[in-house]
């Protein structure tokens, strides 16, 4: 005759499920904290890695470089800090020329380098609209030439080349 199952059995398979779910949470928390100390890394560390960086890798990092020069130049343009805002422009379009030519050069991330740059453009050219006439210049610049990166990108990828 069968008896009921020991207490112990029981008590066992929910423990043996308690350190499953605790290792997956222990995995997902060690990710989720890797990735924000990655997303963390200071300007200077992202350039200094920009310069040794394969040639495949390198697109990305500059694209990122980039971005965060972009929104420090919208920070800046609003805190009314003109030529500070003018120098990150002007980085926004060195990162960009150099992500575009990694991208040509290695055939890695066009498209998305391309799509990139039609985002920044456009963060420009709404930057340029809340400016004063006589700092708009070099904004709508910047915003040309990322639209010929653009533009260039677009031709490599769809070339008759392809």
Known sequence: MAGSASVDCDRAEKVNAMRVHTTIAAVLLATTLLAFAYKTESLQDLIARAASARVEDRPALC???AERQLKSADELYTAGKVDD?????HDVVTYSE???DAAIQSGKRVKNTEIEFRKMA???RDIKRSLNFDDQAPVETAADR????????LSHMFGKGK
Do not use: Y
């Open 63 to 65: 694209v990122e470089i």
């Open 85 to 89: 805002a003018r120098s990150a422009v």
């Open 98 to 100: 150099k992500a575009h």
């Open 122 to 124: 456009a963060k420009l």
């Open 146 to 153: 990322l639209e010929s990166l653009r533009t260039d990108l």
